[in-house]
Every structure is written in structure tokens, then in C-alpha cells.
């Protein structure tokens, strides 16, 4: 884990190119203006599940964003893999409940997006396909930052409301959270 700092915004995730897109989401919304705002906790690849890195520092940093008062955001990116939205949901829960720790309430900054099977599905979708969440083949994108133009789209999705029918269910969860966190 990265040195802790006060930041406004705290993403904890699977990969980089989770890290990629979070970044370029947070700042082309215009919640993040400065790198300084930021902190990233990113799973150490070839050390362990990625998810399991996921799980365990979600539930330090939602602990952690309760007890300051600096006012800080905890986003969330892991693949729903086999399991999808709810599962992912309810195995953070979980790992919350191991550590002794409260789950996420409507209270806590903190939003999740879990794309399913994993982000690639989102970036098809993106791309104007049809996607079919249960299917993990969707092609990696060359370089991580190569997101730019998907996190284009999403934006303007975003701020226009819609998503372009039929979403994944899991981005569509996605939006929900954004909104939330927006509320």
C-alpha cells in the first residue's frame, strides 16, 4: 500500500487498467481538477487474487474514511467476474463482517462499480456492441490508457442520463452508485 495521505478521493482497484479509467472518469467528470486529490490502491500484480487485495483494503479504507473528519470518497473498482454485481457487493460485505467492521451504509462516501464479467464487457459496450455480460472473451485494450475515448462516452451517457439501451446490467448499476455519490 501507497503511503496514506489526505486526499479527497481514495481509488482502490483491481489492476491498471482499472486505475487508468478511474482516473480518467474522476477527472472528466470534474471531481478530481489536481493529482493531489487523488490516492490509488492498486492489487501488487503476480501477488495473490486481485480481488482478494480488493476486499481487504476496501474495508481499511472505509474504516479509515470514518474516522476523519476530512471529507474523503472511496471508489471502488473490481470484476464481477462469474459472480456479477451482487456478489462482489456481498463478498465486500463479508470481508467487512470478518474484520469486525460496519458495512457500507447510505452514509459512507463510498461507491463500487463492478463491471461483469470484467471491464473489457464495458469498453464493448462502449464501442456500441451488444454486449453479453456471462462472456469473458471481450478483447484487452492494447494500453490502459487507450480508455480515453470509452471514458468519453460514459461521461456524456452520464451526464445526459442514458445509457444506450440495452446497458449492461452491471453499468447500469455503475450509474446508480455515480448518481449516489453525485446526490
Keep these: 500500500m501507497t503511503a496514506r495521505r489526505r486526499v479527497q478521493y481514495?481509488?482502490?482497484?483491481?489492476?491498471?487498467?482499472?486505475?487508468?479509467?478511474?482516473?480518467?472518469?474522476l477527472k472528466a467528470t470534474g471531481l478530481v481538477t489536481d493529482r493531489s486529490q487523488l490516492r490509488v490502491?492498486?492489487?501488487?500484480?503476480?501477488?495473490?487474487?486481485?480481488?482478494?487485495?480488493?476486499?481487504?483494503t476496501y474495508v481499511t479504507e472505509l474504516e479509515a474514511g470514518r474516522r476523519t473528519h476530512v471529507a474523503t470518497t472511496?471508489?471502488?473498482?473490481?470484476?464481477?467476474?462469474?459472480?456479477?454485481?451482487?456478489?462482489?457487493l456481498r463478498r465486500l460485505d463479508e470481508a467487512c463482517q470478518r474484520?469486525?467492521?460496519?458495512?457500507r451504509s447510505p452514509e459512507d462516501r463510498a461507491t463500487v462499480f463492478?463491471?461483469?464479467?470484467?471491464?473489457?464487457?464495458w469498453f464493448a459496450y462502449l464501442d456500441d456492441?451488444?454486449?453479453d455480460e456471462s462472456r469473458k472473451d471481450y478483447p484487452r485494450l492494447p494500453k490502459p490508457r487507450d480508455c480515453r475515448r470509452?471514458?468519453?462516452?460514459?461521461?456524456?451517457?452520464?451526464?445526459?442520463?442514458?445509457?444506450?439501451?440495452?446497458?449492461?446490467?452491471?453499468l447500469r448499476a455503475a450509474c446508480r452508485e455515480y448518481d449516489a455519490l453525485l446526490g
Excluded: K, Y
Design 129 to 131: 456492441e451488444t454486449v
Design 10 to 25: 481514495v481509488v482502490v482497484c483491481e489492476d491498471r487498467q482499472h486505475e487508468t479509467f478511474a482516473r480518467r472518469f
Design 99 to 103: 474484520q469486525g467492521v460496519a458495512t
Design 114 to 121: 463492478v463491471p461483469t464479467w470484467n471491464i473489457e464487457t
Design 150 to 170: 470509452h471514458v468519453g462516452v460514459l461521461v456524456e451517457m452520464c451526464r445526459s442520463g442514458e445509457l444506450r439501451p440495452p446497458a449492461p446490467r452491471s
Design 74 to 88: 472511496l471508489l471502488v473498482l473490481t470484476d464481477g467476474n462469474a459472480v456479477g454485481v451482487n456478489g462482489r
Design 41 to 56: 490502491e492498486r492489487s501488487p500484480g503476480g501477488r495473490g487474487a486481485a480481488d482478494r487485495f480488493v476486499q481487504e
